[in-house]
């Protein structure tokens, strides 16, 4: 299903659409959009990388909001500043590297 969204909405938004796909899509689930990425041979390599840096962004951020809905503040405030250390991390290799 993501492949066929990010098909669709990248022959009329080009990256920009593969990117709002990947954010909504991201809520969810990370792989859908990675393993659509690597097999979509229309995408550029950096709007790929993006994509996938966005899908991981954004379901971290939910995962924390879950973590912290079931688990409650404490549980929350430990996975959310992981979370915030881990995409530091990442955005730090990415941009460093």
């Known amino acids: 299903?993501?492949?066929?969204?990010?098909?669709?909405?990248g022959n009329f938004a080009s990256g920009a659409g593969t990117l709002?796909?990947?954010?909504?899509?991201?809520?969810?689930?990370?792989?859908?959009?990675t393993i659509s990425m690597a097999r979509l041979?229309?995408?550029s390599a950096e709007i790929a990388t993006e994509a996938i840096l966005i899908v991981v962004?954004?379901?971290?951020?939910?995962?924390?909001?879950m973590a912290s809905w079931t688990g409650g503040a404490r549980i929350g405030a430990?996975?959310?500043?992981t979370s915030l250390f881990a995409l530091a991390a990442g955005a730090t290799a990415f941009f460093v590297l």
């Open 1 to 9: 299903m993501v492949t066929l969204a990010t098909k669709l909405v």
């Open 20 to 33: 709002a796909v990947a954010a909504i899509s991201g809520v969810v689930d990370v792989d859908a959009v």
């Open 41 to 43: 041979g229309g995408v």
């Open 57 to 65: 962004g954004v379901n971290t951020i939910a995962k924390a909001g």
């Open 78 to 81: 430990y996975v959310g500043l």
